[in-house]
């Protein structure tokens, strides 16, 4: 089984920019889907963003299109989030998941992941 570990979150202003790492032991990132889900206080868990193992195709959520973007390292087993003109909107924990099964596009609310990170928080503030 992957085990999953996201780092990167912080503190930061409105504005501003992160950049979330997930990193992967146990299996090869490439032969997933991976998601990066977000969930603020008293809120539902969304799913932000994924990046599909097959063809690489991406998507967004209307909120973080055009600020965030997903991308592999497969080098280095991971997924990273950059995160560019942050809101205060933005803040919550955010979690990386990886797909139920390999070689699978995303499919916007599918709900079948095999393993999840811890989360690393993201809190934009002034």
């Known amino acids: 089984q992957v085990q999953l570990v996201e780092s990167g979150g912080g503190l930061v202003q409105p504005g501003g920019s992160l950049r979330l790492s997930c990193t992967a032991s146990?299996?090869?990132?490439?032969?997933?889907?991976i998601v990066w889900f977000r969930q603020a206080p008293g809120k539902e868990r969304e799913g932000v963003s994924c990046?599909?193992?097959?063809?690489?195709?991406?998507y967004y959520i209307e909120s973080v299109r055009g600020r965030f973007f997903i991308s592999r390292d497969n080098a280095k087993n991971a997924v990273y989030l950059q995160m560019n003109s942050l809101k205060p909107e933005d803040t919550g924990v955010y979690y990386c998941?990886?797909?139920?099964?390999?070689?699978?596009?995303?499919?916007?609310?599918?709900?079948?992941?095999?393993?999840w990170g811890q989360g690393t928080q993201v809190t934009v503030s002034s």
């Open positions: 998941a990886v797909d139920r099964l390999p070689f699978r596009l995303c499919v916007q609310g599918r709900d079948d992941f095999g393993s």
């Open positions: 146990g299996d090869r990132l490439d032969y997933y889907a």
């Open positions: 990046i599909s193992s097959v063809d690489g195709s991406i």
